[in-house]
């Protein structure tokens, strides 16, 4: 996820979350709940002091990852709409 879409889904601004990722703001617990919420995370992994699990993905899952992360924010949003419709498609089977 980009920080671009990260503010959008959270409603923060570009510079909050930018500011805030690079300690030079401390967030409120509001911006914090916000930020848990656009990253479909629960807040206490936000502020714990033990790193997340690895996330492990298949070859494909990588090397499709890779293609999208240097595409525009607008055709990472299209094939995620693509890819929503496919595995909808895949699992209505």
């Keep these: 996820m980009t920080q671009e879409q990260l503010c959008e889904v959270a409603g923060l601004s570009l510079d909050a979350v930018s ?3 690079h300690g030079t703001r401390v967030p409120t617990l ?10 479909g ?4 992994s936000l502020i714990s002091d033990t790193p997340p699990a690895k996330m492990e993905f298949s070859p494909t899952a990588t090397r499709v990852a890779r293609m999208l992360d240097a595409q525009p ?4 949003r299209a094939a995620e709409k693509m ?6 498609i895949a699992t209505s089977r």
């Design 19 to 21: 500011r805030i990722e």
């Design 30 to 39: 509001d911006t914090i709940e916000r930020l848990a919420r656009g990253l």
């Design 41 to 44: 995370v629960a807040v206490s």
């Design 73 to 76: 924010v607008e055709v990472q």
């Design 83 to 88: 890819v929503v419709v496919l595995v909808g």
